[in-house]
């Protein structure tokens, strides 16, 4: 089965502009999750979706919105892009939404702004 | 809020040494633990995971014990290959409040294994 895939791989913006960054889950998970990993750091928890939902925020600004489809694949959306949001984004699917349940990662979007 | 404290790295050991990892946990209740890997330029792998006091997770020869009367999960394994170099994370999720689905993850140990 496929794993948790992720598009673009690499992407490079500058200050200001906008960004959508695309997840698919593997195939019979229902909720997706976003994170931001900074080099270095470990990963932190933007959103969680399950069923097209929002069911956790992270410590984000406004900028940064998601939503999920109903099959289940998800967009993150970032506006007026910082300097300081340059990072590997990281979507993680899971078969239902209790934090309970593992997550399998994608491979992650590596975002650099300029 | 649940959190997670790791070992500070890097952690440099020959091939076939023993490893360990240290990982103590705070949360209310008994959640699940886990541990996730990451190579170099890669995204993150389930390692393995434990879903109560006392439970051991197992993979690839690496194991960690769920204990709770000293609340921690340290990851061990017997030894070490060229191939486990890489950065090993703990991490614990959250089930209540706007932080629902949440992995909180630990600082993250930096691993290299000398032939």
């Known amino acids: 089965d496929a794993g948790v895939t992720q598009s673009p791989t690499h992407l490079i913006k500058t200050r200001g502009q906008q960004v959508t960054l695309r997840c698919s889950p593997i195939?019979?998970?229902?909720?997706v999750s976003w994170y931001q990993q900074v080099l270095g750091q470990g990963p932190q928890f933007i959103f969680q979706?399950?069923?097209?939902?929002?069911?956790g925020r992270g410590n984000f600004p406004d900028r940064f919105s998601a939503r999920q489809f109903p099959n289940y694949s998800s967009e993150l959306n970032v506006n007026a892009l910082l300097l300081g949001d340059s990072a590997l984004y990281l979507c993680?699917?899971?078969?239902?939404?209790?934090?309970?349940?593992?997550?399998?990662f994608g491979p992650g979007t590596r975002l650099t702004v300029t | 809020g649940n959190s997670v404290t790791q070992m500070e790295g890097p952690v440099t050991l020959s091939e076939e040494a023993f490893l360990t990892i240290n990982c103590t946990y705070t949360?209310?209740?008994?959640?699940?633990l886990f541990w996730y890997v990451q190579y170099p330029g890669e995204g993150l792998q389930l390692l393995l995971k434990?879903?109560?006091?006392?439970d051991k997770g197992s993979n690839k020869g690496f194991e960690a014990t769920y204990r709770k009367e000293t609340t921690s999960f340290h990851l061990e394994k017997g030894s070490v290959q060229v191939s486990d170099s890489a950065v090993y994370f703990c991490?614990?999720?959250?089930?209540?409040?706007?932080?629902?689905?949440?992995?909180?993850f630990g600082q993250g140990t930096i691993l290299t294994v000398h032939p």
């Open positions: 949360a209310t209740g008994y959640p699940s």
């Open positions: 434990a879903t109560k006091a006392d």
């Open positions: 979706y399950y069923e097209k939902e929002e069911r």
């Open positions: 195939s019979g998970h229902k909720s």
């Open positions: 993680a699917s899971s078969k239902q939404g209790s934090p309970f349940y593992e997550q399998y």
């Open positions: 991490a614990i999720p959250h089930a209540g409040g706007t932080s629902y689905g949440k992995l909180t």
